[in-house]
């Protein structure tokens, strides 16, 4: 088993920043990959970012120039740099870890006003 606590999300205007952070612990492999997906009322979840244990990053068309993703291996946190925010960034953020198996967090709220 997998746990993934989320944090740093919050109410902030738009063109502000914030930063998500993901702790995963319990059975963690070194090889995996971690991601953020949001979710909006009334939308689908999708994805926003991830990034492999090597380093490897992939944004959605949406974020990229504006989010970043990374994480810290040592610590098995993953985080999510969000930049020039706009309202329809608004979500509930959720951090995934995938090795073999799917891991979810619980979800943090982002809210961007105009």
């Known amino acids: 088993q997998v746990q993934l606590v989320e944090s740093g999300g919050g109410l902030v205007q738009a063109v502000g920043s914030v930063r998500l952070s993901c702790a995963a612990s319990g059975s963690i492999v070194s090889i995996n990959v971690m991601a953020w997906y949001r979710q909006a009322p009334g939308k689908q979840r999708e994805l926003v970012a991830a990034?492999?244990?090597?380093?490897?990053?992939n944004y959605a068309d949406s974020v990229k120039g504006r989010f970043t993703i990374s994480r810290d291996n040592a610590t098995n946190t993953v985080y999510l740099q969000m930049n020039s925010l706009k309202p329809e960034d608004t979500a509930v953020y959720y951090c995934k870890y995938t090795r073999i198996y799917e891991y979810w967090g619980q979800g943090t709220q982002v809210t961007v006003s105009s």
């Open positions: 990034i492999t244990s090597g380093g490897s990053t």
